[in-house]
């Protein structure tokens, strides 16, 4: 009988490159090398019995918990049995001096230590390459075990002598008090193994993370002080290790296919870098104080907006732009908890989503507030986005949450039209860019009358999901917060109420909306749960935004990591794990909590307001 462990259960690990989710029960059940986006080669996550797992437990019975060491993406699993106490440390190599370059150590380093006692553990390595598809071989060598498939092979090297069954290995090592020992799992290149060389592989990832982690500004007040500021910490470390330092791009999660409801369908590749995230992006990096992240991330999309035609803009990249979109189903594996199909590439990378125009010229607006000049080919890019929009935005397209049941004439999508239009203007303006401002101060206008005529039910008292329509969307809720109107519109304050009448539960989790042609359910939505926060700390209830917000922060797993979605019912965590968006709702709800109950604004940089 399979048996999966909660999403809670998992810590992340990473290198810039790719990640490992490890349980509480040591296990690697999910890891792709030698990148994010490659083919598995652990995925026990999404199959139990075949997807393969690198296991270091007590023999015996036990009870665990996980922490990371302070500031950092260092994992440290501890396990307590009659006999004694054991933990293992878990940590991708990186070094102070990495920033900017490719890791120069590739491996996962697994340090094991008896505290207290005696220990026996297990060990089991079962390295299933290409999500289980492919032909696996474990060998014995001198000082442990090689692993070959799929073109790939992994050195293993152990401090005890494992057994090999041809494609797997085991073995039990035994601790004393005191006793030390480490595994090191190396790829690409040979892993140094000794041991002052991997405590010094430690030392260096501890101060990389140390150095990077957000801080509090010297002689000022932290705006993230009374909101939950170590899970803020703990947000910027995970958004850190979610990009890709190849490019500065950030992956929406690490992994594929889990489900947004135990046993259905809805279950996608997340392991690509959406357009539509960035000015939240943008927004959260800029406040933690990560400028240069936020820099790159931006300088990523428009070194894309210089070589594609806006048309050929695709809402979704990979982390090396060249990657893999055709969506396949892998009808071998199980999926999570039975929840089939399991899905790699993703079909979004096809569909037209007008939203992401806005998205982009909003997060570039937001860019030329830091040190970052917006000038000569960076303009000439915005300026075809905003003329590309202004031919295209009446077309229907695949909204902010890709339906796959057909186009529609999506009101959020027009709204970011809208957007994308009027940062164009602010910017031509500002700073003097060349610009046919008379021509798109008319579609501007053109644009907002339109929604305003077909996308507000007078009825209802409220915006709908599309022009025409009776449906609701919880993206509505992005309206005021993108400047479409301001937050004292009665037409604004009446779409916030029928999105909490209709869409959110009684302590304020919100779906994204009413139903769509996919069959089975899904969970609430943890970023437009964020966005009401963010929307009612806005209009003042400050009281309601905050105990919203502290609702949403007690569904965070034991070590503050978060999923896509969550189950109101039970309060589990749903959809892809862990989910850039969903932190970065928490980094910007915490800052829209601080302005309204201090009476402050804080933008992106520092500087002035969109």
């Keep these: 009988m399979s048996d999966y462990k909660p999403l809670s259960d998992y810590g992340i690990i990473g290198n810039l490159e790719t990640c490992a989710l490890v349980g509480r029960d040591g296990a690697i059940d999910w890891c792709c090398l030698p990148r994010l986006n490659s083919s598995s080669v652990f995925a026990a996550l999404l199959d139990d019995e075949i997807g393969g797992r690198f296991a270091i437990h007590p023999t015996g019975e036990y009870e665990?918990?996980?922490?990371?060491?302070e500031r950092t993406n260092v994992l440290q699993t501890t396990f307590y049995t009659e006999s004694g106490t054991a933990r293992v440390t878990d940590f991708m190599p990186l070094s102070p001096d990495n920033e900017g370059n490719q890791p120069k150590v590739r491996g996962i380093y697994r340090n094991v230590s008896c505290t207290e006692g005696d220990v026996d553990l297990a060990v089991e390595f079962d390295p299933r390459f290409d999500y289980a598809r492919a032909d696996s071989r474990v060998e014995s060598i001198s000082d442990g075990v090689v692993a070959t498939g799929d073109a790939r092979r992994l050195t293993l090297s152990s401090p005890l002598d494992l057994d090999c069954d041809d494609s797997a290995a085991d073995g039990t090592l035994s601790l004393s008090e005191y006793d030390n020992e480490w595994f090191v799992l190396g790829y690409g290149t040979r892993a140094p193994t000794d041991d002052d060389s991997c405590e010094h592989l430690l030392d260096n990832t501890v101060e990389f993370w140390r150095d990077w982690a957000h801080t509090c500004p010297d002689g000022e007040d932290c705006p993230f002080a009374n909101y939950g500021h170590d899970m803020v910490v703990r947000s910027d470390l995970t958004?850190?290790?979610?990009t890709y330092q190849g490019t500065g791009g950030i992956t929406a999660a690490p992994t594929t296919s889990l489900p947004e409801v135990v046993g259905g369908v809805r279950n996608w590749d997340y392991r690509y870098n959406w357009i539509r995230d960035g000015a939240f992006t943008v927004r959260a990096f800029g406040n933690l104080g990560d400028t240069q992240e936020a820099v790159n991330?931006?300088?990523?999309?428009?070194?894309?907006?210089?070589?594609?035609?806006?048309?050929?803009?695709?809402?979704?990249?990979?982390?090396?732009?060249?990657s893999t979109y055709e969506e396949q189903e892998l009808d071998h594996l199980e999926g999570y908890r039975n929840s089939a199909p399991v899905r790699i590439g993703n079909g979004a990378a096809d569909q037209l989503q007008l939203g992401i125009y806005g998205e982009l010229v909003l997060a570039i607006n937001q860019l030329s507030w830091s040190d970052r000049s917006i000038a000569g080919d960076d303009w000439e890019a915005v300026r075809e986005i905003v003329d590309y929009v202004c031919e295209v935005w009446e077309r229907p397209d695949a909204g902010i949450w890709e339906m796959r049941s057909g186009p529609k004439q999506f009101v959020h999508s027009k709204a970011m039209c809208w957007v994308a239009v009027d940062r164009g203007i602010r910017m031509a303006e500002n700073d003097g860019h060349d610009a046919p401002l008379d021509e798109w101060r008319d579609e501007r206008s053109r644009i907002k009358e339109t929604v305003l005529e077909r996308g507000f039910d007078n009825e209802q008292n409220s915006f709908t999901q599309a022009f025409d329509?009776?449906?609701?969307?919880?993206?509505?809720?992005?309206?005021?917060?993108?400047?479409?109107?301001?937050?004292?519109?009665?037409?604004?304050?009446?779409?916030?109420?029928?999105?909490?009448?209709?869409?959110?539960?009684?302590?304020?989790l919100v779906y994204r909306y009413?139903?769509?042609?996919?069959?089975?359910?899904?969970?609430?939505?943890?970023?437009?749960?964020?966005?009401?926060?963010?929307?009612?700390?806005?209009?003042?209830r400050v009281d309601?935004?905050?105990?919203?917000?502290?609702?949403?922060?007690?569904?965070?797993?034991?070590?503050?990591?978060?999923?896509?979605?969550?189950?109101?019912?039970?309060?589990?965590?749903?959809?892809?794990?862990?989910?850039?968006?969903?932190?970065?709702?928490?980094?910007?709800?915490?800052?829209?909590?601080?302005?309204?109950?201090?009476?402050t604004e804080i933008q992106p940089f520092g500087h002035r307001s969109v």
């Design 297 to 322: 991330y931006l300088d990523d999309f428009l070194e894309l907006g210089q070589s594609v035609d806006p048309a050929d803009l695709q809402p979704i990249y990979g982390l090396q732009h060249g």
């Design 64 to 69: 665990a918990e996980q922490q990371y060491m």
């Design 469 to 508: 329509d009776d449906q609701l969307d919880a993206s509505l809720l992005l309206l005021p917060l993108s400047g479409f109107l301001p937050f004292d519109d009665p037409r604004i304050q009446g779409t916030i109420e029928s999105v909490i009448d209709r869409l959110a539960t009684d302590d304020g």
């Design 544 to 599: 309601r935004a905050r105990e919203i917000f502290e609702t949403i922060e007690g569904h965070f797993s034991p070590l503050g990591l978060v999923s896509e979605e969550i189950d109101p019912e039970t309060g589990d965590l749903l959809g892809n794990y862990p989910q850039a968006f969903s932190h970065i709702g928490f980094v910007n709800s915490a800052l829209f909590l601080h302005e309204a109950e201090t009476d």
């Design 514 to 540: 009413e139903h769509d042609e996919m069959p089975g359910d899904e969970g609430t939505f943890v970023l437009c749960s964020f966005w009401l926060v963010d929307c009612l700390a806005r209009m003042g």
């Design 239 to 242: 958004l850190k290790l979610l």
